[in-house]
């Protein structure tokens, strides 16, 4: 049987409004300013309290929506940074909740639980965002950039991710042998602990600097190799793309030596 790329599949959008479809699979919502929460604790405000809700739909009216939830992960594929859904081999058995994004991409929805990276391993273009600690532009928003709206392309169920993907979604565990935290003496290990957790915890507009404060304070510190590992994979799990990470971490290491 042969992968079924999306774009071929039929719309299958159940009734109601979009964000009332997503709160009806369980995600909490929060309003957003573009891509960026209103709130003052981001996806933490997120919630499926009704009357919360309804109080923000009066403050921000016409506002876009963010989407989250725990044990949800998004494959968030990207046609402008090379992302092709035929590059999933996904089959029909595979159908799960999907949104046409406004930048001409797609939101896959799948259940599953642990930690993800930031990317699918050895297919550009799809980030993988994780619910809890990350959030999505609801269906109904409008893209910032190009003025077009996301849509609820197939309202389904919420599949468990493909096994086939699993292998390249699943965040390494940094282990003894394989550059991980473990290798750092425990004397230090609480301090580059907190590091990898500031980076883990960055809130999108504030990734970046996230990782270039914490990649500059390893530097100071003279960090071991592994650190500068830890903190590459908590900046994947959170987004950020590789060339951007490799980018951060070594302009910060330029600015700790010539500091």
């Not at 993800?116 to 950039?145: E, F």
Request: charged share 15%; hydrophobic share 35%.
């Amino acid at each position: 049987m042969t992968a079924q790329p999306i774009e071929d599949a039929p719309a299958s959008v159940g009734g109601g409004q979009p964000l009332d479809i997503m709160l009806g699979h369980g995600f909490s919502v929060g309003p957003l300013d573009g891509k960026v929460p209103r709130t003052a604790h981001g996806v933490q405000d997120f919630t499926r309290d009704p009357a919360v809700i309804a109080s923000w739909q009066r403050r921000y009216p016409g506002c876009n929506w963010g989407v989250t939830q725990l044990g949800v992960i998004c494959l968030d594929v990207d046609p402008r940074n090379g992302g092709r859904l035929t590059a999933l081999q996904l089959r029909p058995e595979h159908k799960t909740l999907c949104v046409q994004t406004g930048g001409g991409g797609w939101h896959l929805y799948y259940r599953m639980s642990g930690p993800v990276r930031g990317k699918v391993d050895g297919i550009p273009g799809i980030d993988v965002k994780a619910g809890g600690a990350g959030y999505l532009v609801a269906p109904g928003s409008i893209h910032p950039d190009t003025g077009k709206p996301y849509r609820l392309h197939r309202d389904a169920p919420i599949a468990a991710l493909p096994e086939h993907l699993r292998g390249l979604i699943v965040q390494p565990v940094f282990t003894p042998g394989n550059q991980g935290l473990s290798l750092i003496s425990p004397a230090s290990g609480d301090r580059w602990d907190g590091l990898v957790r500031s980076v883990s915890d960055a809130q999108p507009g504030n990734r970046n600097g996230v990782l270039f404060w914490a990649a500059a304070r390893a530097a100071a510190d003279s960090a071991p190799a592994a650190v500068y590992s830890a903190l590459a994979a908590a900046a994947h799990r959170i987004g950020l793309g590789a060339h951007e990470i490799q980018q951060t971490i070594q302009s910060a290491q330029r600015k700790a030596t010539t500091s």
